[in-house]
């Protein structure tokens, strides 16, 4: 048995290496995307608008050049800002479903297409470990690094839509920083990796395995047989009347293979979302500081998410179709 | 265990099929430590496959040990001693050469830096070149830089300068030669270009339809085969003796012999050592009809 | 660079001597190494060595532990004596065989060969 130092070296490099060779789209991308929406917020302070701040505000005034709030509605917009700031770079988010979702297509499927797979093979790397390291990238390190972007440019969006106010006469920025929530909330959403990590495993690994063993074309086997089984099981279903739940088949196969590295989706299910609509609705029609309770049911529900069946099956399926992957990158024969 | 006799690699009765056709058919040779074989045969006689068995890369039924291990089972650490370079094992085009030397020196226990770093430097190659701004040539360069840095205990070459101009192909066996061979090294290389490496050989491996035409090493060759100029009149004679091939040359048939004694063969005309060409082109009979 | 007639060895071997008898490689003269010439030339290393022992055999050339191969001193004198026996004993009476069937004069050609020089 080979020690475990040489095994976690070989990880690190081989992570490195899937790194040089994505650094396009793992580094540049999800950086332009930052830096527009930071510049779009830079602009729009420039120009006298203020996406932060809409709600009612009967204790102050609000004019074109000063905005002035009483004590109580500047820490209810400290705590309103503490509590959604992380969620203001949300496109991040949707770039990152993308991002995993087009990494895991070509990982296994771009080196036998340009034929580096067998110079790989020269080298004492096992299968295993090259396989898991693609792994390691999609589900921990994307979404980890992604977290990390979309924390620090929320926050400087909100100190540019903070630093308005306070230029024109209200400055809740100590408010913030004093609020716990400031500083629990960031710690809270990457509480929610590890959810989506075991989330997201069926996608990651139907993509693995399909990268491994298609010869040409891998997003059409991979989007397209999916789609095509469902679709003519549901004719057969239809023109034989076979009473299919064709709604379970969608919902939890063909979507869990699919979407599940979106992150969030998750709440597809029902018992789920439940809680998160009934605090959304509670927001709503009350006072605006019940607007963290829509957050926090938003971590909770994630949370939560790990008590479902759904998850766990979902996490076995996905963890199998990553063995497939693995063995059938060893057993493959190459012309 | 004496560690000298054992031989680099065993190969009994493999046998591999692809469908229909037959690629391996009770293959069976060995391969001795510290020698530099030659395995040539024509497309589709089982070459590449032979050496896809050898590194653990396809599936195949009989005995076969590479330096003590099962390619089939034991994989992973038989890729520790041996390196090879295939013209199909291509380095990734968005690869630069600093990247490619730090992975293979993080992920290698048996690789050196300073030894690529020095071969590298005689050559154009920058560190953050890309091999896709990278020739052939250049590409090959990189390759052996890497492999060169390798201890390894078995290195296969599998047409490794297939595609490159005259430079870069001799280039390449010299270093091979100056740099890396030593008696603790054993290397197996596929090439058409015969005559290239012909001298460079200690043994032959011609296979055939999956089976090994002739095994011998170039001493023996040198024993064993002669060809003869054979003077008209002398025609005859030579003819009762069974040349393996003939052929004509200004009017001068040349025969080959296949294990006639020199001095039978003395009066017939001039004698010389065949060259593996010839030999291969002798032995073949039958692929090229 | 190699000819068909003879071993690979054995022509390296002769190649060595001609260097010897022309004076490039004098006594005390290391030859390159094993290695080099197998480089230079696209030699099997073996092939060289079975040169060089060759002529290690024949005293032309020792192995000096650690330094490599070198000239033996009375090498090239050695290798004059059996050259010379060689063609006073086998080329020179075939040479004086030939000249006489060409019906040439073997003294005239001898004496236009000395005012040559």
Redo the contacts between chains.
């Keep these: 048995m080979k020690p475990m130092e040489?095994k976690m070296?070989?990880m690190?490099?081989?992570v490195?290496?899937e790194y040089?060779?994505h650094k396009g789209m793992l580094l540049w991308v999800p950086l332009a995307i930052a830096c527009a929406m930071l510049a779009f917020a830079l602009a729009m302070a420039a120009m006298g608008h203020n996406a932060e701040i809409h709600m009612d505000m009967p204790e102050g005034k609000a004019s074109g050049v000063t905005i002035v709030m009483g004590a109580r509605q500047q820490q209810a917009l400290a705590d309103m800002a503490a509590t959604t700031y992380p969620m203001v770079a949300a496109p991040l988010y949707i770039a990152m479903a993308f991002m995993v979702f087009s990494y895991c297509l070509g990982a296994l499927y771009n080196?036998r297409r340009?034929?580096?797979l067998?110079?790989w093979?020269?080298?004492?790397?096992?299968d295993t470990a090259a396989v898991l390291s693609k792994v390691a990238l999609a589900l921990l390190l994307i979404p980890l690094g992604i977290v990390v972007l979309e924390l620090a440019t929320a926050l400087l969006i909100t100190l540019v839509g903070l630093a308005v106010l306070a230029y024109k006469g209200t400055n809740v920025l100590p408010l913030l920083l004093v609020s716990p929530h400031f500083w629990l909330t960031p710690l809270k959403l990457v509480a929610v990796v590890p959810v989506y990590v075991l989330w997201a495993l069926p996608t990651v690994g139907w993509l693995l395995m399909v990268s491994s063993w298609a010869r040409s074309k891998v997003i059409v086997w991979a989007v397209g047989s999916p789609l095509l089984t469902a679709m003519l099981l549901s004719w057969a279903n239809k023109a034989f009347s076979l009473g299919m739940n064709m709604e379970w088949l969608f919902s939890n196969v063909i979507s869990r293979l699919l979407i599940s590295v979106v992150p969030g989706s998750w709440f597809t299910i029902d018992a789920l979302r439940h809680p998160v609509e009934h605090a959304g609705a509670v927001a709503e029609n009350g006072p605006t500081a019940e607007v963290h309770g829509v957050v926090d049911a938003l971590f909770n529900g994630s949370w939560s998410a790990v008590a479902t069946p759904h998850l766990w099956l979902g996490a076995i399926a996905g963890a199998l179709m990553i063995v497939a992957a693995i063995w059938l990158r060893r057993?493959r024969?190459e012309g | 265990m004496n560690a000298i006799e054992q031989p680099v690699i065993s190969a009994r009765n493999l046998v591999k099929r692809y469908g229909k056709q037959t690629a391996l058919d009770n293959t069976t040779f060995t391969i001795q430590p510290g020698r530099i074989v030659g395995l040539i045969g024509p497309n589709g006689s089982g070459k590449t496959t032979t050496l896809?068995a050898i590194?653990g890369?396809?599936?195949f039924d009989g005995e076969l040990t590479v330096l003590g291990m099962d390619p089939r089972r034991q994989r992973?650490?038989l890729?520790?001693d041996v390196?090879?370079?295939?013209d199909?094992?291509?380095?990734?085009?968005?690869?630069?050469v600093r990247?490619a030397i730090?992975?293979?020196a993080?992920?290698?226990?048996r690789f050196d830096r300073s030894k690529a770093e020095r071969y590298l430097a005689n050559t154009k190659l920058t560190p953050d070149m890309r091999v896709k701004a990278m020739s052939k040539g250049m590409i090959v360069q990189l390759?052996l830089a890497l492999v060169m840095a390798i201890d390894a205990k078995l290195l296969v070459l599998d047409e490794p300068t297939l595609g490159l101009d005259i430079l870069y192909r001799k280039q390449f066996y010299q270093n091979l030669l100056e740099d890396y061979f030593d008696e603790n090294k054993t290397i197996l290389i596929t090439t058409h270009q015969i005559e290239e490496v012909e001298h460079i050989l200690t043994d032959l491996l011609f296979i055939q339809d999956g089976r090994i035409a002739l095994s011998a090493s170039m001493d023996e060759i040198g024993e064993r085969y002669t060809e003869v100029m054979v003077e008209p009149h002398q025609a005859a004679a030579a003819n009762a003796l069974q040349p393996m091939t003939q052929r004509t040359v200004f009017g001068k048939p040349v025969m080959l012999f296949d294990g006639v004694p020199r001095q039978q063969l003395q009066n017939l005309g001039e004698l010389r050592t065949p060259s593996v060409a010839d030999l291969f082109v002798a032995s073949m009979k039958g692929s090229y009809q | 660079m190699w000819n068909d007639k003879s071993p690979i060895y054995r022509q390296l071997k002769e190649r060595v001597v001609g260097m010897m008898l022309d004076g490039a490689l004098r006594p005390g003269d290391a030859l390159p190494s094993v290695r080099q010439v197998a480089a230079d030339f696209q030699l099997n290393p073996i092939t060289v060595s079975r040169a060089y022992q060759e002529l290690v055999d024949e005293t032309l050339v020792e192995k000096r532990r650690g330094l490599g191969m070198y000239v033996t001193e009375g090498a090239v004198e050695k290798l004059l004596a059996s050259e010379r026996e060689r063609f006073l004993r086998e080329e020179w009476p075939a040479m004086v065989e030939r000249i006489r069937r060409l019906g040439l004069d073997v003294e005239g050609l001898l004496r236009a060969a000395g005012s040559a020089q």
Excluded: Q, Y
């Design positions: 040489p070296k070989t690190g490099w081989l490195r290496r040089w060779e080196e340009d034929r580096s067998l110079f093979k020269s080298l004492p790397v096992s057993r024969e | 896809k590194l890369l396809c599936r992973d650490a890729m520790n390196c090879f370079i295939a199909v094992a291509i380095l990734p085009r968005w690869l630069k990247e730090d992975f293979v993080g992920v290698h226990p390759h």
